[in-house]
């Protein structure tokens, strides 16, 4: 198995467990005013593995990769932001 696909496999399980972890956040989260269900040191403990995997997906992903939507061109665009010069 090649090093490209490892870090691959390695992309897809962080991924998946940063999604894991975000829906149970989503699931757990009281109106405000109430009391969370969950310790402030689990609250602490999810935060830091979250950050982990963020830094940990940012290590293994190609430089200068970023997500894109599949109409976006592909192609730079430039846009001036000032107005143009009259002739």
Known sequence: MSNESDQDKELKVLRAVKMVITNVIKDTTTEPGMKHPLSDVTI??????LALITSRE???APTGKRPRFT???QDKV??????PKEK
Not at 78 to 83: A, G, I, K
């Open 78 to 83: 430039v846009v001036s932001l000032t107005p």
């Open 58 to 60: 940012h290590e293994l």
């Open 71 to 73: 109409d976006e061109p």
């Open 44 to 49: 602490n403990d999810i935060r830091q593995c």
